[in-house]
């Protein structure tokens, strides 16, 4: 049912940058919805992570950032540190099929 | 501490029903908008069911006609009925809280509730 297209994976050195993008449509994002990030620890609950393209909740670590320019958002990930190895999922609305997900980015930290 | 804990998993065989709760404790079910979602083994995560601030409710085509999402307020619980069960619905199933203000991200979650569906 995702219609965000993520990379299955990306991988970094501690201490690197590393950015993970999402790829909408017209009907999603380029429609003008926000997109939101949720980090997934292994065997947890997703953690809202970024909400509103940009925006952090109290308590997310400022090395995590988001952006979103017209079909596509990506989620940048700085300083990485081990802690930081988890599933990322973008999430938006979509006009025809409401909440979508992204297919989901593994981050190794090497 | 706002908390969600979803309890109601199990195995059913395929054909059976099942009843998943999500219990909130530092919120209040009344008047907040609340999803329900699934996460298959090894998949990525879809919604099947939203109740929004005004009671209204929505239901993804493939849960459409087989769940029904209600909610509790003397209990401050949230409630998923699943009926006619698949193979297909083996899955961890989520509640997780729709934060308006945060143009509907959801930003409350809790741990999940496995459901394994097989004879």
């Known amino acids: 049912q995702s219609v965000l297209t993520q990379p299955p994976s990306v991988s970094g050195a501690p201490g690197q940058r590393v950015t993970i993008s999402c790829a909408g449509s017209s009907s999603n994002l380029g429609a003008g919805y926000d997109v939101h990030w949720y980090q997934q620890l292994p065997g947890t609950g997703p953690k809202l992570l970024i909400y509103d393209n940009k925006n952090r909740p109290s308590g997310v670590p400022d090395r995590f950032s988001g952006s979103k320019s017209g079909t596509s958002a990506s989620l940048a990930i700085t300083g990485l540190q081990p802690d930081d190895e988890a599933d990322y999922y973008c999430?938006?609305?979509?006009?025809?099929?409401?909440?979508?997900f992204g297919t989901g980015t593994k981050v190794t930290v090497l | 501490e706002v908390q969600l804990v979803e309890t109601g998993g199990g195995l059913i065989q395929p054909g059976g029903s099942l009843r998943l709760s999500c219990v909130m404790s530092g919120l209040t079910v009344s008047g907040t908008s609340m999803i329900w979602l699934r996460q298959a083994p090894g998949k990525g995560l879809e919604w099947l069911s939203v109740?929004?601030?005004?009671?209204?409710?929505y239901y993804t085509d493939s849960a459409k006609g087989r769940v029904t999402i209600s909610r509790d307020n003397s209990k401050n619980t949230l409630y998923l009925q699943m009926n006619r069960l698949r193979v297909g619905d083996t899955a961890v199933y989520y509640c997780?809280?729709?934060?308006?203000?945060?143009?509907?991200?959801?930003?409350?979650w809790g741990q999940g509730t496995t459901v394994t569906v097989s004879s």
């Open positions: 997780a809280r729709l934060e308006s203000t945060y143009h509907y991200a959801m930003d409350v």
């Open positions: 999430q938006s609305y979509d006009s025809s099929v409401a909440f979508v």
């Open positions: 109740i929004y601030s005004d009671d209204s409710t």
